[in-house]
């Protein structure tokens, strides 16, 4: 089965730029999904097929696909976004929709 | 506005079959590109894709658990119905349901529901 890798946790200053990486075989090929869930709270999609924002979202959100690895970059870190973010990718060999094992941003 | 509520009992005894109803407005599961799935996570954990059904009356599962899930829509009364036969405590979970508008080609949820949670114990 495919697996994405994502760190436990990532930790930035606020106004700092954070980047989360998500780790998979040729994910670079792949469209990969983001997902922000901050407690108690259901998941909001950031960044869709790898680099798009949904309407809504602040550009300060964005996405990069390359390789084996895929990461979403959150520019000017605010306090509001202390969450854990998920990857997701569709893995065709398997049929399969899988989610990375999350990394929870901390603002320091 | 779009809203999606799951519904369901709280606990379920051990090799018993979990029914969930996702219950929707705000648009149609028969308008093409829409498509609705369920995802779950246990408390503390990562989030797990379960099952889906496309606008069309497609149906995709999770390798890993597709013996024992089914999903169906009833389009006329807007809801969407998962069942997970034999449950166990590890199914312990929130259950979330969601809905794909269109934004990619596959399906990257952007409506997502509350969620609910389902405790597994004797």
């Known amino acids: 089965s495919y697996v994405l890798t994502q760190p436990p946790s990532v930790s930035v200053a606020p106004g700092q730029t954070a980047r989360i990486p998500c780790g998979g075989n040729?994910?670079?090929?792949?469209?990969v999904h983001w997902f922000q869930q901050k407690p108690g709270q259901a998941p909001v999609l950031v960044v869709y097929?790898?680099?798009d924002r949904p309407s809504g979202i602040p550009e300060r959100f964005s996405g990069s696909n390359s390789g084996n690895t895929a990461t979403l970059t959150i520019s000017e870190v605010e306090a509001g976004d202390e969450a854990d973010y998920y990857c997701?990718?569709?893995?065709?060999?398997?049929?399969?929709?899988?989610f990375g094992g999350g990394t929870k941003l901390t603002v320091l | 506005q779009i809203t999606l509520k799951e519904s369901g009992p709280t606990l379920v005894k051990p090799t018993q079959t979990l029914t969930l109803t996702c219950i929707f407005s705000?648009?149609?599961?028969?308008?093409?590109?829409?498509?609705v799935g369920w995802i779950r996570q246990p408390p503390g954990k990562a989030l797990e894709w379960l099952a889906l059904?496309?606008?069309?009356?497609?149906?995709r599962y999770s390798p890993s658990l597709k013996s024992s899930l089914t999903i169906t829509k009833d389009t006329s009364k807007n809801h969407v119905v998962l069942t997970m036969t034999n449950v166990d405590p590890v199914d312990t979970a929130t259950y979330y349901c969601?809905?794909?508008?269109?934004?990619?080609?596959?399906?990257?949820?952007?409506?997502w529901g509350q969620g609910t949670l389902v405790t597994v114990s004797s």
């Open positions: 969601a809905l794909s508008t269109g934004y990619c080609r596959g399906w990257c949820p952007d409506i």
């Open positions: 705000g648009f149609s599961l028969t308008t093409p590109g829409v498509d």
């Open positions: 059904i496309k606008w069309d009356d497609a149906k």
């Open positions: 040729n994910v670079g090929s792949k469209s």
């Open positions: 097929a790898g680099t």
């Open positions: 997701q990718v569709w893995d065709s060999s398997t049929d399969d929709e899988v």
